[in-house]
């Protein structure tokens, strides 16, 4: 079965260290985005790609960046972990093609921890 | 600016009554609406979306019913059973262009169903 997977689902960093959130998917979807998801902010849009080598900003995107490589991989990269950046991090990705219908499919997430 | 809007954190309801959350809009741009419903330490999952050419869309136990006037979505799940109990998030989208394929999410409502 197709399935979008993050890894890794738990991780703990110091401020200042660099960090990498992996999600491959298996629906050669065209778009993925990232979200972060924080009490009383519900998700918010980090960043987000249409296809390879396209990269887009989302509203929250400072301190982090992404790159489409491949249809499957897009991952997020922390450049200087902030406490600011502990939160739950999903993945998610939709079909490009045609008429868009809204439903994004996610990942189970990866909480990340800055001390 | 929160453009979409679940202004209660949590609802409880006891096993076998109806189930309404409520949310609210402010970009009348929007013109997609989707309801998502998350489990603890798992991704989000899509429920049942809208069109903002319809008013009404069911979907076995989940109806979604949106006043476009009042920028004002509701869902009502019938009956509601305990395993029912999960984070709901309303979320819209905007008409193609630099928003597509992009939702923007609410807060979310915690629902908790007693037996």
């Known amino acids: 079965d197709a399935e979008i997977t993050q890894s890794p689902r738990h991780k703990i960093t110091e401020t200042g260290r660099q960090v990498t959130l992996a999600c491959h998917q298996t629906?050669?979807?065209?778009?993925m985005f990232w979200y972060r998801q924080d009490l009383g902010h519900g998700l918010r849009l980090i960043h987000y790609?249409?296809?390879?080598?396209?990269?887009n900003k989302g509203e929250v995107s400072d301190g982090y960046s992404v790159s489409r490589s491949n249809t499957e991989d897009l991952p997020l990269t922390l450049e200087s972990a902030a406490s600011s950046q502990t939160s739950v991090y999903f993945c998610?990705?939709?079909?490009?093609?045609?008429?868009?219908?809204?439903?994004?499919?996610f990942g189970e997430g990866s909480r990340l921890t800055v001390l | 600016d929160q453009q979409v809007k679940q202004n209660s954190p949590s609802l409880s309801v006891q096993e076998g009554r109806i189930s309404i959350l409520n949310c609210d809009y402010t970009n009348s741009m929007f013109d997609y609406f989707l309801w998502y419903k998350k489990y603890p330490a798992e991704g989000p999952t899509f429920l049942i979306s809208?069109?903002?050419?319809?008013d009404k869309n069911e979907d076995g136990r989940f109806t979604v019913f949106l006043n476009k006037s009042a920028k004002h979505l509701s869902l009502h799940i019938v009956p509601s059973p305990p395993g029912d109990s999960a984070v709901y998030f309303c979320a819209a989208s905007a008409p193609g262009g630099t928003s597509y394929g992009k939702l923007t999410f609410g807060q979310g409502t915690i629902l908790t169903v007693h037996p």
């Open positions: 998610a990705s939709s079909e490009g093609s045609g008429s868009f219908t809204g439903e994004l499919f």
């Open positions: 790609s249409y296809g390879v080598q396209d990269t």
């Open positions: 629906w050669n979807h065209n778009n």
């Open positions: 809208i069109s903002s050419i319809k």
